[in-house]
């Protein structure tokens, strides 16, 4: 009984060792290296040096996985989240042949499922980013994954629909946007007033303004039918600036205002047209001698229901100033009206508000201090 007891107690003073040793090297805090994050410089040479560097380090490419959605994370950093290169390099990191499934079974429960899933989310992200892969990234998934592999179905079906809907909108942006923002506010401009062929976009200076505070541009856009409808309107009738809306171009957001006015009164002809009783005789015949007018008038494009839209612009601060100088400046461009025709600000105030007061006031405050003095 003693020998048993005295084994008994060595074993579980052996096994409380190993647990207490086993806690103790669990208990340090792992600090993961991102080799991303150490590169000063973020271009497309190092980020490509940083995928080669992981590649030579480990011929079997232990923890590729980890690796590649890591890479994924970082892209926007450094500028090659649309770049197909940097995409075909990423699929090159995972290993070849060991995956390829070898049998029914393989095919149909997902073999490999992490690597699979990962290349999948790698593909999404260049669908998201509108990166048309090539048949060059079909022979390297064939390879990779085999003919079964979900991934390369992924790819079938992107090769499918993305061309279908690449020139699908009518409004044809570049690949590669302006970084300039008056040249982004240009395009912009442009397919939204692309409904009136006769439109003219202006680009205005606020110089031009003396009492203007933001030094800034404007780009205006507007019609010669919206230059007459702009002088239709009655001077006890405001004009209203609403906005700001936002238009996207791509993943560029550009802001922009509209000058709507008071909408005219659609006319509506209340006659019997299968009337016969009293049928006249036209003066003259139409289309050939004379001019006939027709017995309605339409309303123009720019008329809606919650009132005329007289004008639009865009501008560099989006500030209530730089909107006060395009009012003017619309005043000195082919718009003499506006200047007895009252404006109504409805924007939020921007934090570059323009504050306006009564020098008349000011005076008057002035003589009052000094007399109290």
Known sequence: MNVNNILRNIIRSRTANIICQRWKSSDKELTSYDPFLAKPQKTKETYLEVIKMFEERDTRRRGHVEFIYAALSRMKEFGVQKDLEVYKALVDVLPKGKMVPTNVFQAEFMHYPKQQQCAVDLLEQMEDNKVMPDSEMEQMLLNIFGRRGIP???????????????????????????????????????????????????????????????????????????????????????????????????????TYFLLIGKTRPEYKDDTDLDDVSNIERPPRIPGVIGKVTLPQVKNTIHEQDDGTIVAICATGTSSRDSLLSWIRLLEKYNNPHLANIPVIFTLIAPPSDVSLFDAQQEKDTNKNTSSTN
């Open 152 to 254: 390369l179905r992924k790819y079938w079906r992107m090769m499918y629909w993305m061309p279908k809907f690449k020139n699908l909108s009518p409004w044809y942006l570049p690949d590669k946007l302006p970084v300039d923002t008056m040249e982004l506010a240009i395009l912009a401009l442009q397919r939204i007033t692309s409904v009136d062929s006769d439109t003219k976009i202006d680009i205005w200076k606020t110089e031009e303004i003396e009492a203007s505070l933001d030094k800034t541009w404007i780009v205006n856009g507007q019609s010669r039918v919206q230059q007459v409808l702009l002088a239709e309107q009655p001077p006890d009738e405001p004009l209203v600036i609403k906005g700001p809306f936002n238009v996207y171009l791509q993943d560029q957001i550009v």
